[in-house]
């Protein structure tokens, strides 16, 4: 992050802009770190790198190990930041070719429940054939239709392979802690349960368990992940408005009001593209829903 450099030259923006939205972004992150532990602001993630459930954590890894050890597979159910965050990360920290290696020593990480494509859940089907695999449903109400339905589809074919009492042991739910039809069944059911916090939004939930579950199985040190967003988190607080966060959220609100609305975030390295597909919700979905967003 050091090595970024912001550029405004050739915009409309002027030197009075920038210090006028310098006090601006001082003031608005104040407020929001103020903010984090309410409930109802879905902030939460700004302390997520410190502030934490560390018994769940060590249960993430504990899930981790034992789905390393028995599947060859794990196949992740979700929608949206429910799996494009864990994605983004296992594509950027792993070898570009992780999932095509004959000699991986992790599972095989597969993706369903973004889409209702017949053929791909065909295609993914065939994929498993024989292979041993286990799933991690990831959706707080349970309600979303696309994983939903792959759900169903996926948790049928486990109960199939390794009856009824087999693929309660291989099915993980990463839902609400308390309320919701997915909680419901985990409860019912007797599948392992771990919690999407409630002041955490889904898009902004990779350092919870809805990243860190699949990431860990893909082999990812998820302690030196949580300790390298920690560093981040510290040096971007240290740099103030000078960091490039700041920076960053600065220049494209001024761009903005000086009529420039089209932004590109093009990620030339390939193992980055998921990283853009992340960023799309995170800004263009987040903002779009307060009709603010850019093109």
């Known amino acids: 992050m050091k090595n970024i450099k912001i550029d405004l030259k050739n915009t409309n923006v002027t030197d009075k802009e920038i210090v006028k939205y310098a006090e601006e972004v001082k003031r608005i992150h104040e407020d929001l770190h103020k903010r984090a532990g309410n ?16 018994k769940e954590f060590d249960k993430i890894k504990k899930a981790a ?20 965050g864990a994605r983004a990360v296992i594509e950027a920290l792993n070898s570009t070719f992780y999932n095509l290696q004959s000699d991986r020593k992790t599972p095989l990480i597969l993706y369903v429940g973004n889409n209702l494509s017949t053929n791909y859940i065909n295609d993914l089907i065939e994929i498993i054939g024989n292979k041993d695999f286990s ?11 696309e994983p939903a339905i792959a759900f169903r589809i996926f948790k049928d074919l486990l109960e199939k392979k390794y009856g009824k009492e087999g693929a309660r042991e291989r099915i993980y739910a990463t839902t609400d ?34 990243g860190l579950l699949p990431i860990a199985v893909s082999g990812i040190d998820i302690e030196k992940l949580m300790q390298g967003a920690a560093e981040q988190r510290e040096e971007a607080l240290a740099g103030g408005v000078q960091s490039v966060e700041a920076q960053y959220a600065m220049n494209r609100q001024m761009l903005s009001h000086t009529g420039k609305h089209v932004e590109i975030l093009a990620a030339y390295e390939p193992s980055f593209r998921f990283m853009a597909e992340w960023w799309r919700p995170l800004y263009g979905e987040c903002e779009g829903k307060g009709q603010t967003g850019r093109f």
């Open 177 to 210: 802690k308390a309320k919701g039809a997915l909680k419901t069944l985990a409860t019912k059911e007797g599948y392992e349960t771990f919690v999407v916090p409630d002041n955490v939004g889904g898009r902004y939930s990779v350092l919870t368990a809805v």
């Open 135 to 145: 799933i991690n449903v990831i959706t707080k109400s349970g309600t979303t239709t």
């Open 39 to 54: 409930k109802k602001d879905f902030i939460g993630w700004l302390e997520l790198p410190n502030n934490y459930d560390k």
């Open 65 to 84: 190990e034992k789905i390393k050890k028995d599947s060859e597979i794990l196949i992740v159910i979700g929608i949206g930041g429910s799996y494009l």
